[in-house]
């Protein structure tokens, strides 16, 4: 199984910056895929940015130029910096990342628990 565990959520002022971190660790065969994804209240689960093993990187259209993902592969690490935060960027943001546990397995995607960020205007 793959554990994610992410860090560096919290409460921050409209137009501030902060940085989120998320750790994967268990068995953990290869990772071609790691992603963020954010839920605000009453809506649904959306991707905020995704970056691939070949570095193909995607954001969502709203914080292209705002927000930036980069991922560390040899600590199985997925980071994403975010900058001139908005109200509307308040949510709950979650890590997630397509991976192997074994050669010969299926690839499957994992979820961490999700950190909240909260950004005051």
């Known amino acids: 199984q793959v554990q994610l565990v992410e860090s560096g959520g919290g409460l921050v002022q409209a137009g501030e910056s902060r940085r989120l971190s998320c750790a994967a660790s268990g068995t953990i065969f290869s990772i071609t895929e790691m992603a963020w994804y954010s839920q605000a209240p009453e809506k649904q689960r959306e991707l905020v940015a995704s970056?691939?093993?070949?570095?193909?990187?995607n954001y969502r259209d709203s914080v292209a130029g705002r927000f930036t993902i980069s991922r560390n592969n040899a600590r199985n690490t997925v980071y994403l910096e975010m900058s001139s935060l908005k109200p509307e960027d308040t949510a709950v943001y979650f890590c997630?990342?397509?991976?192997?546990?074994?050669?010969?397995?299926?690839?499957?995607?994992?979820w961490g628990q999700g950190t909240q960020v909260t950004v005051s205007s």
């Open positions: 997630s990342v397509v991976a192997q546990t074994r050669s010969w397995g299926a690839w499957s995607r994992y």
């Open positions: 970056i691939r093993s070949d570095d193909a990187i």
